[in-house]
Every structure is written in structure tokens, then in C-alpha cells.
């Protein structure tokens, strides 16, 4: 039996869904129909998957959650098949992934959409933000691209659009209020609102730092046409498997729609119709 390798052993944190814990003797493959292991981030995710692991458990799946606390093992994971499938990750994000490693990994579902938004402590609307303002944005690529983009959006800034989904500072061709860009880890961001003007900051960071969402946001993305919607991904070969079929229906329940409202404070959306 094929055993988990040890950065990914590291970033595996306990096994949830009914399961304290998951013996060794019992990693077979989930062809066996007995268990499908989901790899998912730590944090509000694990309430919402206890209730989809309850929609799976009426399809006749058993689902076996396990928490990771960074976001490049879980994928690290699927492509050695220590998992079956993983729910923490949106197109550009894995996209990068497969280009740098060669995962061939493929989305079947989506969730949920997890607006990343613009917030402020100190300023009630954009058009409250004075010249010269402070932006606090995050600072690895693919959210610091994101943030700029929003920013753009909602009419700040000009971007070059050779930059595509991945813009930094430097591609920033218009900015007439003068704007300034402090970039920061996108898990410190949300910690310094109240010392900046205003803060590009991700849901879940957001939260975590205890921010308002609906009172300290003023300026969200749109879901129309949006690429950063989160999805159940699984092996390619995997696609066709019976247990697929399953999962996509036991996370695309009415349970689930009210669930997501629910733990996400009416600050993340599903993302199926």
C-alpha cells in the first residue's frame, strides 16, 4: 500500500465527518466504495462539508474530510492519491499549480464564489477615499492580481491589460488619485484595516480578522463571468468514476445553499445554478 509521503503527512491535520481518525489499514483506494476522502482547508469550510458529508451519506457515499493548513498540499495530495478529491481552490489557482508541477487535475463541480472585496475602517464609500490613500493589498500573485483587478473594477486604477490575471503594482498605467499599495501576506491584510485607508482583503481573511463584512465593505466583485469561483476537483481519471456523480449531487443541495449563508454570514454565495 502506496504510504503518504511526509510533507504531505505534515499538513494533514485530523479526519473529520464522523471519523476521529482514519488507521492506516484503512487508506484503500475509495474504488472500493467504502470511503472518499475530500481534502479541504481548516476553518469555516469543515462546518459546511459535515453538512454535505450528511447530503453524500444519503447518496450511499461515505465521505472522510481531511483539513489541510496550506494551500499547496492539497493538490500535492490528490495527484499521489492520498486523497480522492479536494474543495479549497478556484481556476487561476490551479491552473499555476498545473503548470509548475504538471498536475493533472480537473474540476467537476462548483461551490461556492468568495468574493474578495475592498473594506474600510475609516471611509463609509469609494468615493469617500482621498487622494494619496493607503491601499493594504496581498501580495502573492494570484491574489494581489486579484485585488488589483477589483480595484480597476470599480473604477480606481487603469491596469495594463498585458498584465492578464496576474498584475502587480508596476502594472498600473492610471491612477489619478494617487493611490499607494502596501503589500502584505494575504492572511495579515485584513489585521491592518484600521491602519490604512482601505484593504483589498479575501472573505475568508476578512472574517477570521473579524472584520464587518456588510458594514466595512465598499467594493465587492461581481460572480459574472468570474474565474476565482471555488469547485470540487478531482483526477482526471477519476472523472467518469460512479462516486463523482454522487459527491457533485451531495454538494449541490438545498442543504448546502443554506448552510453556505449560514457559516459565511451571507458573505459567500453558492456558485452552481
Known amino acids: 500500500m502506496k504510504q503518504i509521503a511526509p510533507l504531505t503527512r505534515r499538513a494533514l491535520l485530523s479526519l473529520t465527518g464522523g471519523l476521529a481518525c482514519l488507521p492506516l489499514a484503512t487508506r484503500a483506494r475509495a474504488a472500493d466504495g467504502k470511503l472518499i476522502r475530500i481534502g479541504i482547508m481548516a476553518g469555516e469550510d469543515e462546518d459546511l462539508w459535515r453538512v454535505i458529508t450528511a447530503n453524500a451519506a444519503k447518496e450511499g457515499l461515505n465521505l472522510g474530510i481531511v483539513t489541510f493548513s496550506d494551500y499547496n498540499t492539497p493538490n500535492e495530495a490528490l495527484a499521489e492519491h492520498e486523497i480522492d478529491a479536494n474543495a479549497f481552490q478556484h481556476a487561476p489557482f490551479l491552473e499555476a499549480q498545473k503548470a509548475a508541477r504538471g498536475y493533472d487535475i480537473v474540476s467537476v463541480c462548483p461551490t461556492y464564489f468568495s468574493p474578495i472585496g475592498l473594506y474600510s475602517a475609516r471611509w463609509k464609500a469609494l468615493a469617500d477615499l482621498p487622494d494619496k490613500a493607503v491601499i493594504a493589498v496581498p501580495n502573492d500573485p494570484s491574489n494581489e492580481g486579484r ?64 472584520v464587518d463584512i456588510q458594514k466595512q465593505r465598499i467594493g465587492v466583485e461581481s460572480l459574472q463571468n468570474n474565474p476565482y469561483v471555488n469547485f470540487v476537483a478531482v483526477n482526471a481519471a477519476d472523472v467518469h468514476a460512479p462516486w463523482v456523480a454522487a459527491l457533485v449531487r451531495a454538494v449541490q443541495q438545498p442543504a448546502t445553499r443554506e448552510a453556505i449563508a449560514t457559516i459565511f454570514h451571507g458573505a459567500v454565495e453558492p456558485a452552481w445554478t
Open 147 to 210: 485585488a488589483l483587478r477589483l480595484l480597476e473594477a470599480l473604477g480606481l486604477i487603469k491596469l495594463d491589460s498585458a498584465a492578464g490575471l496576474l498584475p502587480t503594482p508596476l502594472d498600473v498605467t492610471g491612477n489619478p488619485h494617487h493611490f499607494s499599495f502596501h503589500e502584505l501576506d494575504a492572511g495579515i491584510v485584513g489585521r491592518t484595516l484600521p491602519d490604512v485607508d482601505a484593504a483589498v482583503i479575501n472573505t475568508n481573511w476578512a472574517l477570521k480578522a473579524g
